[in-house]
């Protein structure tokens, strides 16, 4: 009996290739961008008690590919694939690894510049940690819309809705579950972009998130009784627990972008949030980073 | 005498006729074809030579002067811009736009001059846009929005597009009463305002300078803040 078919394969390549050669797959812009950054984190844990508040350093690289795939009637889709690592100066078992990807359609709504743009994005990410206690997914999927209002400022809002799934790990309170790395949570994000020049454009950005928080602190007993989830977190020290609170977290950010040759550019960026937990487990964080962005 | 002793006095005769026709017929023909020369200057309010500044020079006796054979017109796009940044045509002119990239752009005018739009095409698939009104068209791209370029489409055939050094040469005007005037994508103030009223003849080339007051403009940057693509 035969297997393959060569002749009906033949006719098959006849008929692909040129179609793979008039397709939007032969038109598509392919970018590669990498950055390199370090990030402070005045408070990587969350926690509420200056005693227990761990400010860290990291070191950042990102390789990215992106695909844009230009439509009929102002439509485009875009297809990214990532991976990310970060090395925290203390630590370690925060040290990770990142691979996602994310498929994004938007479509322009007129002709121009100036015209209203809306967008749906889906992602998926595997994080893959020193300490594999935080191992798990993140998928995310956000609704965008944007316009440029004036010559030199564009503005953009997004609503994220993020769900991550991690191991469950053992139970450490009774009643309580140590599901604690698992999370949802939803956020509103608005930023403004202003154009000072050719080269340097300044974002003002705020964010509004609701949902689950994860605060690594040593065991007290108003923590305990606001958590839905706790865990022992050796990352941070013997005595500390991962406590998963629902929470509401208020974050503005500036960001300064200098495209310093036509294929690279300097980003710094400072936050501030703040969040507010049940049981008042409240915590703020600044977050100051600087990375360099290469584009090929 | 012999008739032989005769000759060179024939032959220097003839030689003077033969001299004195062609002279004759030269002076004819230079003041029937009546071509002149037009030399330009642009500059901006500061002094410095303007690129791309359109000097046209229109005839004052209503008559309508004969086309030259016009080259293609084309508007490329090479690199995610348009180029020439900046082109000229006469009105009733087609203007082809190729795309010279890997990648699909869709041309668009918004100008009353010509709205029109050539959705997203790769290669030299478009057909050609003919531009019949006179006057200004903005060109942009839908997919980049910071390519921008200009479609000038003049009233007159004698027009001339200055380089970086601001110069600009019109040759083979006919001679006559002309209104030139000058325009720019970026000046202040209108064409007619530049309009000067000048005599053109055969015996010298005429030298006409501008200085145009330029605008402060802002152009959609190539990079972006936002997003991971750090210029596009």
């Known amino acids: ?296 | 005498m012999s008739k032989f002793h005769s000759i060179p006095r024939i032959l220097f005769a003839s030689f003077m006729f033969v001299g004195l026709m062609f002279a004759w017929t030269a002076l004819s023909s230079v003041s029937e074809s009546g071509a002149g020369e037009l030399h330009a200057f642009v500059k901006d309010q500061n002094g410095q030579p303007i690129e791309d500044a359109v000097v046209l020079a229109t005839p004052l006796d209503g008559q309508n002067a004969p086309l030259p054979k016009q080259p293609r017109n084309e508007m490329d796009q090479i690199d995610k811009e348009y180029v020439p940044h900046v082109k000229v045509v006469t009105a009733d002119s087609k203007v082809y736009f190729p795309n010279k990239d890997n990648i699909r752009h869709h041309v668009y005018s918004f100008s009353p001059a010509k709205v029109f739009e050539l959705p997203l095409y790769s290669g030299t698939s478009a057909p050609p846009v003919m531009f019949d009104k006179t006057g200004q068209v903005t060109l942009g791209c839908n997919i980049h929005d910071w390519m921008l370029g200009y479609i000038y489409v003049a009233d007159t055939p004698f027009f001339g597009k200055s380089a970086k050094d601001g110069k600009i040469l019109i040759a083979d005007i006919p001679a006559g009463e002309y209104s030139v005037r000058v325009w720019h994508p970026d000046m202040k103030g209108t064409e007619e305002s530049t309009m000067r009223k000048v005599t053109l003849d055969i015996t010298q080339a005429i030298s006409m300078e501008w200085q145009l007051t330029l605008k402060p403009v802002f152009r959609i940057p190539r990079a972006s803040g936002s997003g991971s693509t750090a210029y596009r």
């Open chain 1, 1 to 296: 009996m035969r297997i393959l078919n060569f002749k009906k394969l033949d006719k098959a390549f006849c008929l692909v290739i040129p179609l793979l050669c008039i397709s939007p797959i032969a038109s598509a812009e392919w970018d590669g961008n990498t950055d390199v950054g370090i990030r402070h984190d005045s408070n990587i844990n969350n926690a509420q008690l200056a005693n227990d508040i761990a400010g860290v350093s990291a070191l950042s690289a990102d390789v990215s590919a992106i695909g844009l795939f230009p439509l009929e009637n102002g439509n485009s889709l875009s297809i990214t694939g990532e991976s990310r690592g970060e090395a925290f100066n203390h630590y370690t078992g925060l040290n990770n690894i990142s691979l996602g990807a994310a498929l994004a359609f938007r479509k322009k709504w007129a002709l121009g510049a100036y015209a209203p743009w809306t967008g749906l994005s889906l992602s998926s990410t595997h994080l893959n940690f020193a300490n594999n206690i935080r191992n798990g997914w993140r998928n995310q999927i956000a609704i965008r819309g944007g316009k440029r209002i004036f010559e030199r400022w564009d503005v953009r809002a997004e609503y994220m809705v993020e769900r991550r799934t991690a191991n469950t790990l053992p139970q450490d309170q009774p009643g309580i579950s140590g599901d604690v790395f698992s999370q949802t949570s939803r956020a509103m994000t608005l930023n403004a972009e202003y154009t000072w020049s050719d080269s340097l454009f300044l974002t003002f950005g705020s964010l509004l998130r609701r949902g689950d928080v994860v605060a690594s602190a040593r065991e007290t007993t108003k923590i305990i009784s606001s958590s839905q989830a706790i865990a022992r977190d050796p990352v941070f020290g013997p005595n500390f627990y991962a406590y998963r609170m629902n929470g509401t977290t208020y974050g503005l950010n500036v960001d300064m972008n200098f495209a310093v040759t036509s294929s690279s550019m300097l980003r710094a960026s400072i936050s501030r949030q703040l969040t507010h937990t049940e049981g008042d487990n409240n915590y703020a964080k600044s977050v100051q980073m600087i990375s360099w962005n290469y584009n090929f």
